[in-house]
């Protein structure tokens, strides 16, 4: 039985996407520095026990300490500045995955004479001299009669109010006394204002037995409250930490201690107490504590701590591992290659996977599927691998600092299509490769270049594209691609490919706090009709409350609007929770939410991204359809007038009809110019009229009479038909 247009349009102009239908900084002292849930199937576990947490408990040196310190800290910075001597020169605290000197050891540098001196807690130094590496810039080589191997491995790298690298510290418990070199952290400025500690963080460690054994430690963990709380998730899984089991979440008390350490008390239970400094290092805020007490002088510790991100840019880190190795590391968003020296002087070069772990965004897996499995976190300033709890990489750990950004864009990044999946965008803009993949790792791969015609675009290579003219195609921007790709098309059997648009990002709001504000809504969906696909709009709002706790979903024709006085539009309040993914953000019921969201920051602005297979009842006679469905949104921040809110702006844009081809839009028209895959280009011209309560949204006409929905942030523009039409969706990226 043939289904009509009116019958189609009239049951689902309002179940497009609402509820009711149902359905799947800072560096100075002037800014408070002094000067879901992811199993591993190795069997990881997090290393925890009276001794460890004991061991965590770093001796915090006296407030005479402290003030002696600072003074001679502040007097050599002084003698410095007036002798117009190096700045790198000075002294830091030293953190080495050792584990045994902690804060009790501090590193006297001096560019000038080109000599060091390490000196512990109890008043005993080694010194000597180091040269830069000539093979390698930047690189700094110790000179020490500790070294005895082939190669020289303990050297170092600097950034400001840091050093990174490796020195032949003292073996614990070696009787005779020998020496190894190993990884160490030193820094000099520290946050010392409580409310620039808040943050979400990944911390990863080890630790050293007397015994000889070694451990692995990998955690999440959360400061909140200006500085004030401390929780932390000790788990045999990586949870979220808005995720954890309730038995495996620790709440602390946190308090200052001398010399810029962090004191940290289990509130449920006093005696589990810990220490810590947060260092300043490029701008990033870095965890470091350390060292053993007399409550556990049997383990010796070592953590470093990052804060939470999705970014995992291509960059090249170059430092040290507990093997005694020195040399760089590429990460990307598919792999880790390290190039390394042993001391043996042994040479290689090594590759191997990353993938995510369902848990914190910012914690990889590397070579999951492989014998010695690692998890790995960076920041852009630094980045960390510690081995899993498994006899072949437990107790390791490598520690590299920055060296270069090799492409910025390249990296990992999650699709929207509009063919309703998401996927995973992988791209390398140094070798101009791609892989895009299905969940489950149904991927495509291939190579791209940029249009010679047109720079700033680029043209996908696809063994899927048959037409005249290759309409896959892409720009980039700050986190963010938008473009066309042969996607299936929906429901297509057998399978079908076509150019859809997408839209591509990787930087996404993890904080409740985040998610807040008015967002302006456009879904669109494609059904497989019985008679023709039909392409269907409808643009409603959804509020975010200030606590991201509630959001109320607002549809009332064209002119939807959560903010207009008078009769109440149609709307629903819905719940959110943290989805198994981080980043993902569910509306409604948690078990069988009506949206699963993700809030994606793009040039500075909020954009509500979804895409899914759905389904939409139909009247007449009844039944369910299935459809493909992309929800975008744009957050508002609103200023002035109507026109003030609608920019002029000149853009590329990708559409469901295959094309790809650009686009302008002033406050009265929008305009865009593109081609098919058959060869020919094509016009079209709207007429904008502004849509009341929402300033960024227009209601375009065509000649034909045709209306449409237009919805822009000055960065990203989204076109639909409001009706069904020819015509189809058009994603735009301002140039």
Not at 107 to 118: C, E, I, M, R
Request: proline share 6%.
């Amino acid at each position: 039985m043939k289904t009509t247009f009116a019958a189609l349009w009239s049951a689902v102009v309002l179940c497009l996407g609402l509820t009711a239908c149902g359905g799947g900084g800072g560096s100075d002292g002037g800014n408070g520095i002094a000067a879901p849930v992811a199993a591993d199937a190795s069997g990881f576990a997090l290393s925890d026990s009276p001794a460890l947490r004991a061991a965590d408990a770093e001796e915090a040196p006296s407030l005479t300490a402290q003030t002696a310190t600072s003074a001679a800290l502040n007097a050599q910075a002084i003698t410095a500045r007036l002798n117009a001597a190096d700045p790198r020169n000075g002294v830091y605290y030293v953190y080495a995955a050792d584990g045994t000197n902690g804060t009790r050891q501090k590193l006297g540098v001096n560019f000038d004479t080109k000599s060091y001196t390490l000196t512990d807690s109890q008043g005993r130094a080694t010194s000597g001299t180091f040269s830069e590496d000539a093979a390698e810039p930047g690189t700094y080589v110790f000179a020490s009669d500790r070294i005895t191997s082939t190669v020289n491995t303990a050297r170092f790298r600097l950034t400001p109010d840091a050093i990174v690298g490796a020195f032949p510290f003292e073996k614990p418990w070696s009787n005779p006394v020998g020496y190894q070199v190993m990884p160490f952290v030193a820094a000099r400025a520290f946050v010392a204002d409580p409310s620039q500690l808040d943050g979400t963080y990944n911390r990863f460690g080890v630790s050293r037995n007397s015994d000889g054994t070694s451990d692995s430690q990998i955690l999440p963990m959360r400061i909140s409250g200006g500085g004030q709380t401390l929780e932390m998730c000790f788990d045999n899984a990586i949870y979220r930490i808005e995720s954890c089991p309730v038995g495996s979440k620790r709440t602390y008390a946190v308090t200052a201690s001398p010399d810029f350490v962090w004191t940290a008390i289990n509130i449920a239970t006093p005696s589990d107490l810990l220490q810590f400094r947060m260092a300043r290092i490029g701008g990033e805020n870095v965890w470091l504590s350390g060292g053993y007490t007399d409550a556990a002088p049997n383990v010796h510790v070592f953590r470093v701590g990052l804060k939470d991100t999705a970014s995992w840019p291509k960059i090249r880190y170059v430092g040290a591992s507990t093997e005694g190795s020195w040399g760089t590391n590429v990460f990307d968003a598919a792999t880790s290659m390290r190039t390394a020296v042993t001391p043996e002087g042994a040479t290689g070069e090594l590759t191997l996977p990353f993938a995510a772990i369902g848990g914190p965004q910012g914690i990889r897996s590397l070579n999951a599927t492989g014998q010695k499995k690692y998890y790995a976190i960076q920041n852009g300033v630094l980045s960390v691998i510690v081995g899993t709890r498994n006899p072949d990489t437990q107790g390791y750990i490598q520690v590299n600092l920055f060296k270069d950004v090799l492409d910025a864009r390249s990296g990992q990044y999650t699709v929207f299509a509009a063919n309703g999946t998401e996927q995973t965008l992988d791209i390398d803009f140094e070798t101009q490769r791609y892989s895009m993949a299905l969940p489950g790792g149904n991927a495509v791969t291939g190579t791209f270049s940029e249009d010679a015609n047109d720079r700033g675009t680029y043209i996908f290579a696809s063994g899927r594209i048959a037409a005249v003219t290759n309409t896959a195609r892409f720009r980039t921007t700050t986190d963010a691609i938008v473009g066309a790709f042969p996607f299936a098309v929906f429901k297509s059997e057998p399978i079908v490919y076509a150019m859809q648009p997408f839209i591509a990002a990787r930087s996404f709001v993890t904080e409740r706090s985040q998610l807040a504000g008015l967002y302006d809504v456009l879904v669109t969906s494609k059904l497989a009709t019985p008679d023709t696909p039909l392409q269907l709009a409808a643009a409603w709002q959804l509020k975010i409350d200030a606590s991201g706790t509630l959001a109320t979903q607002c549809y009332s024709g064209a002119s939807s609007n959560c903010q207009q006085p008078g009769t109440p539009p149609l709307s629903y309040d819905l719940s959110i929770s943290p989805g198994a993914s981080s980043g993902v953000w569910l509306l409604g019921d948690k078990e069988k939410p009506s949206f699963a969201i993700r809030i994606a920051k793009i040039g500075g602005k909020q954009i509500l991204l979804e895409s899914k297979e759905t389904s939409v009842p139909i009247i007449g006679p009844p039944h369910v359809m299935p459809a493909s469905m992309l929800l975008t949104g744009l957050a508002q921040s609103l200023s002035g007038s109507s026109d003030a809110n609608w920019p002029a702006l000149k853009m590329h844009s990708a559409s469901t009809m295959s094309s790809f081809g650009t686009a302008v839009t002033d406050t009265t028209s929008y305009a865009t110019r593109y081609v098919l895959p058959g060869g020919p280009s094509t016009e079209l011209t709207l007429t904008l009229q502004p849509v009341p309560g929402n300033p960024q949204m227009r209601q375009g006409l065509d000649s034909s009479g045709n209306k449409y929905f237009l919805l822009q942030n000055g960065a990203i523009l989204f076109m639909a038909p409001e009706y069904p039409a020819t015509t189809y969706l058009h994603i735009g990226l301002a140039d």
